[in-house]
């Protein structure tokens, strides 16, 4: 939840903020690691479980990256639940967005990066040691996923021990990384606002995918900005975000 803390903030100047720390992440991990405690199903009841339990009829669901994709899978299964939806540099709504952000984040890498990653191999076939590597894999690409240098150590630190799990984004690839929520979302009439970074690896493609099918969206590009506003554009992001629940 950490990593959403400083938007968090920003909302919780006019509404009450609710920042859970994600199943297998922080004060929810999973020891020892169990791949089968992740399904699509078992992250939107988690997110049902707490609107259910603090007694909320309905609220607005907000996620940054994947978490965008959980926010659309909770919205596909629990429409009535959602006022409004937030998707913050989201992952894409159906799977071939993919492979675009993947050549994006590699062609954003310098040949330094692109040996350090070649020579990444986990020490055995275990999955602490495949977590490891993935995790040293995104401090590695951290380059690509801002759009100035200056960013670049902020993002690090997101990916320092304690604070990433690269066994939880293997879980989160292996049940979210397919999906195809076009059919089972077309029917969700409630306002959405989607953010991104006019250099944000995910692409600008992605994001036109989603309001295609959310046809209630709304775009707000930020210039100079790569996958991480909160880091990298605080005050556009806060900018857009409180315009949008000011319109509620």
């Not at 919205?75 to 639940?81: E, G, L, S």
């Not at 055995?124 to 380059?143: F, G, H, L, Q, Y």
């Not at 944000?200 to 506003?229: F, M, N, Y």
Request: aromatic letters at 4%.
């Amino acid at each position: 939840g950490d990593q959403l803390e400083s938007t968090a903030a920003m909302i919780a100047k006019t509404q009450r903020a609710i920042l859970p720390d994600q199943r297998g992440t922080g004060n929810s991990a999973i020891e020892p690691f169990d791949l089968s405690k992740f399904s699509r199903d078992l992250l939107i009841g988690d997110l049902e479980t707490i609107r259910s339990d603090l007694g909320i009829e309905s609220w607005t669901v907000l996620g940054h990256s994947w978490g965008g994709m959980l926010a659309m899978a909770y919205a596909a299964k629990h429409p009535d639940a959602i006022n409004q939806l937030i998707l913050l540099a989201p992952g894409g709504i159906e799977p071939s967005f993919k492979m675009t952000s993947q050549q994006n984040l590699m062609a954003g890498l310098g040949p330094d990066e692109m040996t350090k990653l070649s020579q990444l191999q986990p020490k055995d076939p275990s999955m602490e040691a495949m977590a490891e590597v993935i995790t040293e894999a995104n401090r590695i690409m951290s380059k690509a996923m801002v759009a100035s240098d200056e960013d670049v150590a902020a993002l690090r630190k997101e990916f320092e021990d304690g604070k990433y799990n690269g066994a939880v984004g293997l879980a989160l690839q292996s049940t979210m990384g397919n999906m195809d929520l076009r059919e089972s979302v077309d029917s969700f009439a409630k306002p959405v606002l989607i953010i991104q970074g006019d250099q944000d690896a995910i692409g600008r493609s992605t994001i036109d995918t989603i309001a295609k099918t959310l046809e209630q969206s709304k775009i707000v590009i930020i210039d100079d900005c790569g996958h991480w506003p909160m880091i990298e554009s605080p005050e556009a992001m806060g900018k857009a975000l409180a315009e949008f629940l000011a319109a509620e």
